[in-house]
């Protein structure tokens, strides 16, 4: 888990989410944790999904030394959605898909209440709507395979940062640089583009605060689908996430192993703008 760099954009979404809704009592409808991602669905109908960060569970083995630091299965369900959000300051990787998932079921049922100060586009694809240009160089963080391939060969720079080179294909490893190269090459980039599952590992304050040069930045994925003041207040000029129209459906294809190409069915892409 990479929490070094500190967690306050976390924290200040869930002060937001406590300030517009903590009167409600919202309680968790279903949860299902799958290997690719994580669902919330809330009594309101409103449902949230988050990044499941598999690779990060060393501790995901049968045995009661581990049981503290995963979810508490079986009793999740029924659970005040509060108390799930919570989750999202854990440092224990499943408790925070949890909890990011809480957060942006909360946000969903916040942005359908308060669309004041900002802008959603339906149906909108995060890169169409950024400004990137022919000349722009442009770093990617985490290897989106939609992002690579509208973006290969159409700037005048692409670097992909990603901490595993194996998400690239044989063609695209010319664009790979380590993770650890971004603070060298976020500072220097026109267009920035981050993984939304960057704020599952409690990363994404610090990539958004090295992004100083940028002109746009892009925080895009399911898991982006969150309240969008305290991103916009960091700089996050596109925030492409998604809108899920059928909770019971998302959370049966999370269950079912579904990663976010089987998400059309349930969920449609939307983009949110200053």
Same mark, same amino acid.
């Given at each position: 888990?990479?929490? &070094?760099?500190?967690?306050?954009?976390? &924290?200040?979404? *869930?002060?937001?989410?406590?300030?517009?809704?903590?009167?409600?009592?919202?309680?968790? =409808?279903?949860?299902?944790?799958?290997?690719?991602?994580?669902?919330?669905? #809330?009594?309101?109908?409103?449902?949230?999904?988050?990044?499941?960060?598999?690779?990060?569970?060393?501790?995901?083995?049968? @045995?009661?030394?581990?049981?503290?630091?995963?979810?508490?299965?079986?009793?999740?369900?029924? &659970?005040?959605?509060?108390? /799930?959000?919570?989750?999202?300051?854990?440092?224990?990787?499943?408790?925070?898909?949890?909890?990011?998932?809480?957060?942006?079921?909360?946000?969903?049922?916040?942005?359908?209440?308060?669309?004041?100060?900002? !802008?959603? #586009?339906?149906?909108? =694809?995060?890169?169409?709507?950024?400004?990137?240009?022919? =000349?722009?160089?442009?770093?990617?963080?985490?290897?989106?395979? $939609?992002?690579?391939?509208?973006?290969?060969?159409?700037?005048?720079?692409?670097?992909? #940062?990603?901490?595993?080179? !194996?998400?690239?294909?044989?063609?695209?490893?010319? /664009?790979?640089? $380590?993770?650890?190269?971004?603070? +060298? #090459?976020?500072?220097?980039?026109?267009?920035?583009? *981050?993984?939304?599952?960057?704020?599952?590992?409690?990363?994404?304050?610090?990539?958004?605060?090295? @992004?100083?040069?940028?002109? &746009?930045?892009?925080?895009?994925?399911?898991?982006?689908?969150?309240?969008? +003041?305290? /991103?916009?207040?960091?700089?996050?000029?596109?925030?492409?996430? *998604?809108? *899920?129209? =059928?909770?019971?459906?998302?959370?049966?294809?999370?269950?079912?192993?579904?990663?976010?190409?089987?998400?059309?069915?349930?969920?449609?892409?939307?983009?949110?703008?200053?």
């Amino acid at each position: 888990m990479d929490d &070094e760099h500190g967690n306050g954009l976390v &924290e200040e979404l *869930i002060e937001v989410l406590e300030a517009k809704l903590g009167e409600r009592d919202v309680k968790a =409808d279903k949860v299902a944790i799958g290997v690719f991602y994580t669902a919330v669905e #809330l009594d309101t109908g409103h449902t949230g999904v988050a990044f499941t960060p598999v690779r990060e569970i060393p501790e995901a083995v049968c @045995c009661p030394r581990s049981a503290s630091r995963m979810p508490a299965s079986g009793q999740l369900a029924g &659970e005040s959605a509060w108390d /799930l959000l919570k989750y999202a300051r854990s440092d224990s990787p499943l408790k925070v898909a949890v909890g990011i998932a809480a957060l942006n079921a909360l946000s969903a049922v916040a942005m359908e209440d308060r669309l004041g100060d900002f !802008q959603v #586009l339906k149906g909108a =694809d995060a890169l169409d709507v950024a400004k990137v240009g022919a =000349d722009d160089e442009v770093a990617l963080v985490g290897a989106f395979v $939609p992002f690579i391939k509208k973006l290969k060969g159409r700037v005048g720079r692409l670097w992909v #940062l990603e901490k595993n080179p !194996q998400a690239l294909k044989a063609d695209e490893m010319s /664009l790979y640089r $380590p993770a650890e190269e971004a603070p +060298d #090459l976020l500072p220097r980039a026109d267009v920035v583009v *981050i993984s939304g599952s960057a704020i599952v590992h409690h990363s994404l304050d610090y990539l958004l605060s090295l @992004c100083t040069s940028a002109r &746009e930045v892009v925080v895009a994925g399911p898991t982006a689908s969150m309240y969008p +003041d305290p /991103l916009f207040s960091r700089g996050v000029t596109v925030l492409g996430g *998604i809108a *899920i129209n =059928d909770g019971d459906e998302m959370v049966r294809l999370v269950a079912e192993g579904g990663s976010g190409y089987f998400f059309d069915g349930c969920a449609e892409k939307v983009v949110v703008v200053p």
